[in-house]
């Protein structure tokens, strides 16, 4: 293999596919990248076999050829290379990569790329494509709700369910649910739905950056895995096994009390009262009250205490239609909820003390989150 | 298939296979036969591990001739005449099968004399076939010879473990027995070799080296307790002395050795945040009962007992444990091998404060040969015992900080060695709990209802205490016979799965602990490491060591950090001295 790429691509390419890589495997070939001349680009890939990413960059390619170099060593040395051509030049019988570039001049051991696990190509024909600027949106009004607990795999993973034209994402742990719908371009013959590790997606977010380009999803049939395709970048995951719980059940049909507040004024009476119920449970009480007069506004009391740092309480005008209330909920799940939504008002549903509270941006039914409630 | 009745030969090898089922069940039964017919002295002899040649000769009551016969028969006792005696059983077989399983897996010969006996009768039964009674010469007592253990029954032979696995084992068990009899003069030969011989004047010390090895077995603390119709005795390791399994951990009720494991539970309990994770004490500990209190027919090996009231008993044992833990344990000593170069390879005391140097035949004899070696390690407990009944440490006087890791610091009996970031864990660790305990519970409704099913016995211990888990901030509602339908989790155990955590709340139950407690404690510890107690490597003024150094004295148990380790290593007096030879090594 004999190829010249510019440093800049190359440093690129190496930092987005090194996300995939295990660092920490007993198969050493796990902890090295893919380098390979593919059809007069060059092709890099990571996997730590959940997860995988394949990145082509430009290059000149004067001979064909492929191995794997250690990933550390070749995204530390790329990294601090000059902003010029870099030539790769391999030594298929001693699997040394020779780097040259400016004045430096380096030999890489390699693995023979043979013993790399065959990573699965994308087939654009009937995958679904996506707007990136909403589907990243998606990931991250959702991801957040998913569970780290691994006991109960399915839930770490976001049910991503696909229907004629429409696409729902919905994640929970088991005290929150977070459901973001949106509407494809194209219409979907055949409805589908996959559990993809949140991870995976996580990591899409990030390679994807916002662009007019559509991320394209296929799910190869038999493999168990999704590709997702961005521009030149590819990550593909292993899907989870097993049924997502009904999440429809759990929405509330109804409720008894609506309060309407500023999105931004109760995300900052909630990173108040973090400071204070972090301490203890990360309870936060929200004391929801009419208006008590004709002219006076009715308000959120929203307190935390703490027995070690102290109390504090952060009223907020709000527009309550129904019964007051008096409700506690973890703070930080409200205020991980409230900071995805991003119109300017949102609305808080809830019936009783014990009944599941509802989160709805105002104006926007694509985003609901439910969140329990919790007893003092 | 016909069925039929089984032949009374593969009757009585089936019914064998419960009581024996290695060498040492015949040893573990011969001997208890000795000691219940009154033997002063046992002599135990085996050949090939047991399974050429198990002897064991006794100077007991013996046996009449007349009764020789029928000894050998099945459910055949002279311990046992009325079913109601099963509950007041004060020896240590009634089950009438030893001899008779014995006999029918092996050539057996039976060899006994009566005090008022002209000659002693002999009988042999090969397999099951039992011979004629004849006429010997042999001294009062009985003498059991079992050849070729399990020849009849090559299955069995196969499924033995290593000659010098089933030799351990038989070691280990007439180790016990003789430190459960101190009274009685035991000796035990292997292949013509005498490993281990007890002198029977009642001295359980001497023996405890037999079992542990000398220097572990100066180290062990005494434990005396009683309680009405109840006595525990014997010896647990202290904290600085574990093992990374129970297996020495051993219970005897009322001279019987028995596995237990909601006792060794007890004990272990006993040792909770003072060891270190998976580490475990060693010991052994006598507890006498009233015979009603306890039913020893459970078991065909009689292996495992019940209780009467189990929770008393655990609570009792648990109880006295901690005492005697709390009260002798000391701050560890800095041990002399470590301590500089004087004791070198060649000193004989260090070389015998090996286990593994000296086998197990010379033991008996060490506390003779061997002064001691460590005094200071029983020494100092006496003192430290003089000054706080509990594991309060002394005033110290701070001398400053080490390194930026220890503190140093100087108490009534010699120099004190602090890590400071265990003792601020360990302070911090008892406020958390502190303020743990006077918060109000606070409960995390789940998302969708967890179900759980349990075990009809656990589902009818979880719908006991439904109240205590209320309060304990758990919501739960049965949903059928056994299963429940959990709602909402306390707080604490948000970030894990619910199901896990009241089948951990169901366990405690079982073994009568406060439920959560330990799983409490373990998250509390967890978040105090996360880096709220100070580093080594942190400077520290002298105001802040002070600080610290009164609040560790103030804690409950300073000793060690909420994960078991030492928060300090004590320097005695007596140490210094004898490191800088102001007076001799002993």
New interface residues.
């Given amino acids: 293999m004999k190829v010249t790429v510019l440093q800049e691509n190359l440093s690129r390419g190496v930092n987005i596919v090194s996300r995939a890589v295990s660092p920490r495997s007993t198969l050493p070939v796990l902890g090295n990248i893919l380098m390979a001349t593919d059809d007069g680009r060059l092709r890099l890939s990571a996997t730590n076999l959940e997860m995988g990413i394949t990145c082509w960059i430009a290059a000149r390619i004067e001979g064909e050829g492929s191995t794997t170099v250690p990933a550390r060593t070749l995204s530390d040395l790329v990294n601090t290379l000059p902003v010029d051509n870099v030539q790769l030049n391999l030594d298929a019988r001693t699997q040394n990569l020779n780097v040259r570039c400016g004045t430096t001049n380096a030999d890489i051991k390699c693995i023979d790329a043979q013993d790399f696990p065959p990573m699965p190509s994308i087939d654009l024909d009937g995958a679904v494509q996506l707007n990136v600027a909403e589907f990243k949106e998606m990931i991250q009004q959702v991801t957040f709700a998913a569970s ?2 691994e ?2 795999p399915v839930l770490m993973g976001v049910l991503l369910t696909v229907d004629k034209d429409n696409v729902t994402m919905a994640a ?6 977070s459901v973001r719908k949106a509407t494809l371009a194209t219409h979907t013959q055949r409805p589908f739905n996959l559990i993809i590790p949140a991870r995976a997606l996580n990591e899409l977010a990030r390679v994807a950056t916002e662009g007019e380009e559509p991320v394209y999803m296929a799910v190869p049939k038999g493999r168990n895995q999704v590709i997702f395709r961005y521009k030149d970048v590819e990550v593909t995951s292993q899907l989870i096994d097993g049924s997502f ?1 009904d999440y429809q ?2 929405i509330p049909r109804s409720f008894k009390s609506r309060t309407l507040v500023s999105t931004a004024a109760l995300v900052k009476a909630c990173k108040q009262a973090e400071i204070f119920a972090r301490e ?4 936060a009480r929200l004391d929801i009250r009419q208006a008590k007069g004709e002219m006076q506004p009715s308000e959120v009391e929203i307190s935390a205490v703490s ?2 740092t102290g109390k504090n309480e952060t009223i907020v005008e709000a527009t309550v239609d129904g019964t007051g209330l008096l409700i ?1 909920f ?1 703070v930080k799940f409200l205020r991980e909820a409230l900071e995805v939504i991003r119109t300017p008002n949102v609305v808080l549903e809830t019936s009783a003390p ?1 009944a ?1 509270g509802v989160v709805k941006p105002v104006g926007d039914d694509s985003f609901l989150h ?1 969140i ?5 | 298939m016909t069925i039929r009745v089984l032949s009374p030969d593969v009757a009585s090898q089936i019914s064998a296979g419960e009581v024996i089922e290695r060498p040492a069940s015949v040893v573990k039964e011969l001997v208890e036969n000795a000691l219940d017919a009154g033997a002063r002295s046992i002599s135990i002899t085996i050949q090939d591990a047991g399974k050429r040649l198990i002897e064991v000769a006794d100077d007991g009551s013996g046996i009449p001739a007349e009764e020789l016969e029928l000894s050998v028969t099945r459910h055949a006792t002279s311990k046992l005449v009325e079913a109601h005696e099963l509950f007041q059983i004060t020896s240590l077989g009634f089950r009438g099968e030893a001899l008779a399983s014995i006999a029918s897996v092996s050539r057996l010969s039976l060899t006994s004399r009566v005090e008022q006996g002209k000659t002693a009768a002999r009988l042999k039964v090969d397999g099951g076939k039992t011979g004629k009674v004849e006429s010997t010469g042999a001294p009062r007592g009985t003498v059991v010879n079992v050849q070729d253990l399990f020849y009849n029954v090559p299955a069995r032979l196969k499924f033995l473990k290593s000659d010098s696995t089933e030799r351990r084992v038989i070691d280990s068990l007439v180790t016990r027995y003789a430190l459960a009899y101190p009274n009685v003069r035991i000796k035990f030969s292997v292949d013509s070799t005498v490993t281990l011989q007890t002198t029977g004047d009642g001295d359980r010390r001497s023996i405890l080296s037999a079992l542990y090895g000398a220097e572990s077995a100066t180290q062990m603390l005494d434990v005396l307790a009683e309680e009405t119709s109840m006595k525990l005795y014997g010896f647990i390791s202290p904290l600085s002395l574990t093992r990374s399994n129970r297996r020495d951990i051993a219970f005897f009720v009322n001279g019987r050795w028995i596995q237990d494991i909601p006792l060794s539970t007890a004990l272990v309990q006993a040792y909770h945040t003072l060891l270190m994770v998976g580490r475990y004490p060693l010991a052994s500990l006598f507890l006498e009962i009233a015979p009603e209190q306890v039913d020893v027919n459970v078991h065909p090996a009689k292996a495992e007992i019940r209780f009467r009231e189990p929770d008393k008993v655990f609570s009792f044992v648990q109880r006295a444990a901690r005492r005697a833990l709390l009260a002798y344990s000391p701050v560890p000593q800095v041990s002399q091998p470590n301590w500089g170069q004087t004791w070198s390879q060649t000193d004989p005391g260090w070389i015998l404060a090996h286990p593994e140097d000296h086998p197990l035949d010379r033991a008996p004899q060490v506390p003779n040969s061997y002064p001691a070696a460590s005094p200071s390690g029983v020494q100092v407990t006496g003192s430290n015992l003089a000054q706080s009944e509990f594991a309060q440490i002394p005033l110290l006087r701070l001398i400053g900080q080490v390194g930026a890791t220890y503190l140093v610091a100087e108490g009534p009996d010699g120099l004190y060695l602090i890590d400071q970031h265990a003792a601020h864990e360990r302070i911090l660790f008892e406020k958390i709990i502190d303020q743990h305990a006077s918060s109000k519970v606070a409960s995390q409704v789940l998302l969708a209802p967890v179900v759980l099913d349990l075990s009809g016995s656990q589902a009818s211990l979880l719908q006991e205490n439904l109240e205590v888990l209320g309060q304990l901030g758990f919501v739960i509602e049965e949903f059928g016979p056994a299963s429940f339908q959990i709602r909402a989790v306390p707080v604490i155990f948000n970030s894990s799965n619910a199901s896990a955590a009241i089948r951990a709340v169901v366990e405690d139950f079982e073994e009568d602990e406060t439920p959560l407690k330990s799983e409490i404690e373990l998250r509390l510890a967890g978040r105090v490491c996360k880096g709220m107690a100070v580093k080594a490597g942190q400077v520290l003024s002298i105001e802040e060591q002070k600080n610290l150094l009164s609040n560790l004295e103030a804690c409950r148990s300073p000793r060690t950090c909420p994960h078991g380790r030492p928060t300090m290593i004590h320097l005695s007096v007596d140490l210094l001295e004898k490191q800088f030879g102001r007076r001799g090594p002993r």
Avoid: S, Y
Wanted: proline share 10%.
């Fill in positions: 780290t607990d006991a109960r929970a742990d088991g005290f929150r649910l719980p059940q759990i203890g449970m990360n309870v027995e070690e506690a973890n014990n599941p439910v329990m409630p919790m007893h003092v």
